[in-house]
């Protein structure tokens, strides 16, 4: 029997079955809020039993804060960025599809957008401090870290993702033109308020 032909080893159908659980996790709590997803929904898309979901995650709440991540969405080309340029380059990047979840590599769950699942949880008071924590941790240092090291850095950075949590709902999530990414043609009137704002929170 050749090595293309021997089963998977217990170790890595375990490590599949997890990463089916937290994709399945993934989608339905991109669907919808925190509060309205069960365990029985999460294991039902994965394909897996409800007890199964408690034996890899333990709670809900171990699953939620995995599902959301660690990964800042921030986009990577922005850390070279000339503060003068911020706005005008975001604003791209927002309205013309270059935001949005990174792939994934080898082995690992299929690229989400962590901002989604804050959009659609941060009304539940069980899935706010999971939420928090996320932003605080991940989100808001990287870009307090681009606005410099004045009293006025993490102000900056609340105000950009403010604009940017608005965007998202009313683009991507909703569907809605011309904010939806690549409806707006570049260099729009839309992009170039949108860069107005977002350079305005900047300089702020």
């Known amino acids: 029997m050749s090595s293309s032909d021997t089963p998977p080893g217990r170790r890595e159908r375990a490590a599949a079955t997890r990463a089916a659980i937290l994709s399945a996790a993934r989608e339905a709590f991109s669907a919808r809020s925190y509060d309205d997803v069960g365990l029985r929904d999460v294991a039902g898309r994965a394909g897996v039993t409800a007890a199964m979901v408690n034996r890899y995650f333990g709670t809900k709440e171990a699953l939620f804060r995995e599902a959301v991540g660690t990964e800042d969405p921030t986009p990577p080309e922005l850390a070279g960025t000339a503060r003068a340029e911020f706005g005008r380059s975001l604003a791209a990047l927002l309205l013309n599809g270059g935001h949005g979840p990174r792939?994934?590599?080898?082995?690992?769950p299929p690229p989400h957008d962590p901002l989604v699942l804050l959009l659609r949880s941060a009304g539940s008071p069980t899935a706010r401090p999971t939420l928090r924590a996320y932003?605080?941790?991940n989100v808001l240092p990287g870009l307090t870290d681009y606005f410099?090291?004045?009293?006025?850095?993490?102000?900056?950075?609340?105000?950009?993702?403010?604009?940017?949590?608005?965007t998202e709902v009313l683009g991507p999530m909703l569907g809605v033109a011309p904010l939806e990414p690549g409806t707006a043609a570049p260099g729009s009137p839309l992009e170039r308020v949108l860069a107005a704002v977002l350079q305005a929170a900047a300089d702020a």
């Open 135 to 137: 932003v605080e941790d």
């Open 103 to 108: 792939g994934a590599g080898p082995g690992e």
């Open 148 to 166: 410099g090291d004045d009293d006025a850095a993490r102000e900056r950075a609340v105000l950009v993702l403010a604009l940017l949590l608005g």
